[in-house]
C-alpha cells in the first residue's frame, strides 16, 4: 500500500484488512516465545507519559495525537498499534522482523508501521512510540518533554 493514503482518516492495518498475520495468530498463537511481550496496559501508559496526547475513537480503534497531529493508532482486536516514523525508519524495521512490523501506509513524507505487541519489548516499543509522538509534536513540545525509559 505504499502512497496509498487511508479513506476519511482512518487507518489501513489490522482492522482495516490486508493484513493477514493477525487472523493467522489468533488461530495458531504466538510464535515470539514468552520473554517477548507487551500487553494493552502498557502501551497505554507509554503513551500516558507523553504531554499533550489527544485520544480520539473510531469504531475498531483508538488514536492518538498531539497538537492535532496524529502519530499512532491502537487496535485492541489484534494487540497491534499504527506508528509514524520516518521512511527509512519503518523500511528498517519491516525488513528487519517482518513477524513484528507491517508496513501499514506512507503520507507526507513518513511511513507508518504496524507493531505486533506480542513480538515486541517495552523498551523498544517506549522509543518507537517516542519517535512517533516527537515525528508530530512543535519543538518546544518536544524540548520540555525528552525522551526517559
Do not use: C
Not at 504466538?30 to 503513551?47: A, H, I, K, T, Y
Not at 522482523?97 to 506512507?106: G, Y
Amino acid at each position: 500500500m505504499v502512497g496509498a493514503e487511508p479513506a476519511r482518516d482512518e487507518p489501513v492495518g489490522p482492522d482495516r484488512g490486508g493484513h493477514g498475520r493477525a487472523a493467522w495468530l489468533d488461530s495458531a498463537g504466538s510464535d515470539w516465545g514468552p520473554w517477548v511481550s507487551v500487553r494493552s496496559g502498557e502501551f497505554q501508559r507509554l503513551v500516558d507519559a507523553l504531554a499533550e496526547v489527544e485520544r480520539g475513537k473510531g469504531r475498531d480503534y483508538t488514536t492518538f495525537s498531539v497538537r492535532g497531529k496524529r502519530f499512532g493508532y491502537y487496535w485492541p482486536r489484534t494487540e497491534t498499534v499504527g506508528l509514524k516514523q520516518t521512511l527509512s525508519e519503518q523500511r528498517a524495521l519491516v525488513a528487519e522482523r517482518p513477524e513484528v512490523f507491517e508496513e501499514q501506509f506512507t503520507m507526507g513524507g513518513f511511513g507508518w508501521v504496524v507493531v505486533h505487541l506480542a513480538g515486541i519489548e517495552r523498551d523498544e516499543l517506549s522509543e518507537l512510540v517516542y519517535e512517533a509522538w516527537r515525528l508530530s509534536a512543535p519543538e518546544e513540545l518536544v524540548a520540555e518533554t525528552p525522551f526517559s525509559r
